[in-house]
């Protein structure tokens, strides 16, 4: 029911999915408290994707009750502050929960926001970097949190376009369309991520963020499409 819920939601059905998964839960007699916080957590997500923000902060919240360290609700309800703004709660909610790398990354970017605490902010850095070389020589490899890392933390956008585009060809989530769209606005270079805007477009990816970025990938384009038909006609 979470999955179905979480597709529903992504095409364009936010407020119906949303209300499904709540039914769901309410009615659930499941004992199995991973599988609640990961409902517990995407509802979280749709709340925020059908408008509901008053019930987003109170499913991570009971979320988090149920599986104080679940790496999959923290990381969601990080990103979900940070759309907020709130990058100083995100440092309160990830401080001394570092485990990961992907909310080591989180807690590294809160801190570049806030900008009060260099020394931990360059100690974070370094680890970030040592984790994705290591990685790399496991065979293991983190593109989308890679490219957060080019991106909102060493201000490469070019690179962290580079490597979030490489990342979308193997990986193709919200997420890894979200940080290349945002990669490639960041750049300057439209054209590396009409296949990305395209896929979201055809399967309906309907985020808020997403659509945000949508809108800030298609005015530019619509400049160069106008510019391109006027060289033609000269």
Same mark, same amino acid.
């Given at each position: 029911?979470?999955?179905?819920?979480?597709?529903?939601?992504?095409?364009?059905?936010?407020?119906?999915?949303?209300?499904?998964?709540?039914?769901?839960?309410?009615?659930?007699?499941?004992?199995?408290?991973?599988?609640? #916080?990961? /409902? =517990?957590?995407?509802?979280?997500?749709?709340? %925020?994707?059908?408008?509901?923000?008053? *019930? @987003?902060?109170?499913?991570?919240?009971?979320?988090?009750?149920?599986?104080?360290?679940? #790496?999959? /609700? =923290?990381?969601?309800?990080?990103?979900?502050? %940070?759309?907020?703004?709130?990058?100083? *709660? @995100?440092?309160?909610?990830?401080?001394?929960?570092?485990?990961?790398?992907?909310?080591?990354?989180?807690?590294?970017?809160?801190?570049?926001?806030?900008?009060?605490?260099?020394?931990?902010?360059?100690?974070?850095?370094?680890?970030?970097?040592?984790?994705?070389?290591?990685?790399?020589?496991?065979?293991?490899?983190?593109?989308?949190?890679?490219?957060?890392?080019?991106?909102?933390?060493?201000?490469?956008?070019?690179?962290?376009?580079?490597?979030?585009?490489?990342?979308?060809?193997?990986?193709?989530?919200?997420?890894?369309?979200?940080?290349?769209?945002?990669?490639?606005?960041?750049?300057?270079?439209?054209?590396?991520?009409?296949?990305?805007?395209?896929?979201?477009?055809?399967?309906?990816?309907?985020?808020?963020?997403?659509?945000?970025?949508?809108?800030?990938?298609?005015?530019?384009?619509?400049?160069?499409?106008?510019?391109?038909?006027?060289?033609?006609?000269?």
């Amino acid at each position: 029911m979470t999955t179905v819920a979480d597709l529903g939601s992504l095409s364009g059905q936010s407020e119906s999915a949303y209300a499904m998964l709540k039914n769901s839960l309410r009615d659930s007699r499941s004992t199995n408290i991973q599988e609640r #916080a990961w /409902a =517990l957590s995407t509802l979280g997500q749709l709340a %925020f994707r059908a408008g509901e923000s008053s *019930a @987003v902060e109170c499913s991570f919240v009971r979320a988090l009750e149920l599986v104080p360290d679940d #790496a999959y /609700a =923290l990381a969601a309800y990080a990103d979900y502050l %940070f759309e907020t703004r709130r990058p100083g *709660a @995100v440092k309160a909610l990830l401080m001394g929960r570092t485990g990961h790398d992907h909310l080591l990354l989180r807690l590294a970017e809160a801190e570049a926001l806030l900008g009060n605490e260099p020394v931990a902010l360059a100690k974070h850095l370094q680890l970030l970097s040592d984790g994705f070389k290591l990685g790399k020589l496991r065979g293991i490899q983190h593109g989308r949190e890679e490219a957060r890392y080019l991106l909102h933390l060493l201000h490469l956008p070019t690179r962290a376009l580079q490597v979030a585009i490489e990342n979308w060809r193997i990986q193709k989530e919200p997420a890894d369309a979200q940080i290349a769209i945002e990669a490639s606005i960041a750049a300057g270079d439209f054209r590396a991520a009409e296949s990305v805007v395209e896929w979201v477009r055809k399967y309906r990816w309907h985020t808020p963020t997403i659509e945000r970025l949508i809108q800030n990938f298609a005015a530019p384009n619509q400049l160069s499409s106008l510019s391109d038909s006027a060289n033609r006609k000269m």
